[in-house]
């Protein structure tokens, strides 16, 4: 079974940053795509950064400059890191994966971890 382990978030003043972690239990290699998603208090939970099996990475207009998405193939790990941290960006982060097998399509989420930016 896949699964994905979130880590890093915390309680951290406005200005800072932080470094989410995601690990896999398979191969990164494997997903077609993996991302982070936020879920801000009382909102849908959106897409941050995604980076395709051929590390193609696509960054949130809203983020772009203080987000930076990476991976670490040797130890099935990808990271989100944030800086300049906001007020707005307080939320849940989750990290996503996906696999394709011809038609059809499986998506993977970790459980979360909570990014608390005080003013």
């Known amino acids: 079974q896949v699964q994905l382990l979130e880590s890093g978030g915390g309680l951290v003043q406005a200005g800072g940053s932080l470094r989410l972690r995601c690990i896999a239990s398979i191969d990164l290699s494997k997903f077609n795509t993996m991302g982070w998603y936020r879920q801000a208090p009382g909102k849908q939970r959106d897409l941050v950064a995604n980076m395709t099996s051929a590390r193609d990475t696509s960054i949130a207009t809203s983020v772009k400059g203080r987000f930076t998405l990476f991976r670490d193939d040797l130890e099935n790990t990808m990271y989100l890191h944030i800086s300049s941290l906001k007020p707005e960006d307080t939320g849940v982060y989750y990290c996503?994966?996906?696999?394709?097998?011809?038609?059809?399509?499986?998506?993977?989420w970790g459980q979360g971890t909570q990014v608390t930016v005080s003013s």
């Open positions: 996503n994966g996906d696999r394709v097998f011809g038609a059809l399509r499986w998506e993977y």
